[in-house]
């Protein structure tokens, strides 16, 4: 079965500073996508970045950028020059290209990103 | 507005009365389906629907129904709920295939006494 982890419950970044959240996933596949979803206090869940597996490019939305190791299953997030704004929880998802009937999203476990001013 | 409906945004409801969480998408998108988020957790999945008369069971799909009659509506039914069903929901749909993100509904908070 394919699981996603994110090991890091809790982070916190100083404002203007640069931090990394880790996930990792476990499959068989060798096509999938990956996604890092944000979700601040109103709850919204909010698509930050998607990687698709057959590109190595590492994939980049402004600030937010994404460290792609396909052979280590590793899709870690980076937010640079980090705001208020930013401060969420933030989940790992990956997606299977050929789901069968699920189709699904699979969640980590999240990651709660506090930014100090 | 491209969007997912989902209400209500809150509810508090006691141990086995019948409670019926509406979702609905206006972006034609075949793939729906309805998560559970608890703390430590993550978001699991509790029913999908590929698209309208067809559904079947995520991972955590006990003491649910659901029901897919329109492409745009889904609808998430408790038709006895109980306190361990005390969650935050989503409405999530997308276009069929995997490069393709959800689109999430803005959750509701149930609570069952």
């Known amino acids: 079965a394919q699981t996603v982890t994110q090991s890091q419950p809790e982070m916190s970044v100083q404002e203007a500073e640069t931090v990394t959240l880790s996930c990792t996933y476990d499959t068989s596949e060798s096509d999938y996508y990956l996604f890092w979803y944000k979700q601040p206090p109103s709850r919204q869940m909010i698509l930050v970045i998607r990687?698709?597996?057959?590109?190595?490019q590492n994939a980049t939305e402004n600030r937010f950028s994404v460290n792609f190791q396909k052979a280590a299953k590793s899709f870690s997030l980076k937010i640079s020059d980090s705001q208020l704004g930013d401060a969420a929880m933030y989940f790992c998802?990956?997606?299977?290209?050929?789901?069968?009937?699920?189709?699904?999203?699979?969640f980590g476990t999240g990651t709660l990103l506090a930014v100090q001013p | 507005e491209a969007q997912v409906t989902q209400n209500p945004r809150y509810l508090i409801t006691v141990t086995g009365k019948k409670l019926t969480v509406t979702c609905s998408q206006n972006?034609?998108?075949?793939?729906m389906s309805w998560y559970r988020q608890d703390p430590g957790l993550g978001l699991r999945q509790i029913y999908y629907?590929?698209?309208?008369?067809?559904?079947d069971k995520g991972d955590v799909p006990e003491g649910y129904k659901v029901s897919r009659k329109e492409k745009r509506n889904f609808p998430l039914i408790l038709e006895s709920p109980s306190p361990n069903q005390t969650s935050l929901y989503f409405c999530?749909?997308?276009?069929?295939?995997?490069?393709?993100?959800?689109?999430f509904g803005s959750g509701t908070r149930l609570t069952v006494v």
């Open positions: 999530a749909s997308s276009f069929s295939g995997a490069q393709n993100g959800y689109t």
């Open positions: 998802a990956y997606r299977p290209l050929y789901g069968g009937a699920t189709n699904k999203l699979i």
């Open positions: 629907s590929m698209n309208v008369e067809v559904t």
């Open positions: 990687q698709e597996a057959y590109k190595q």
């Open positions: 972006m034609n998108h075949e793939y």
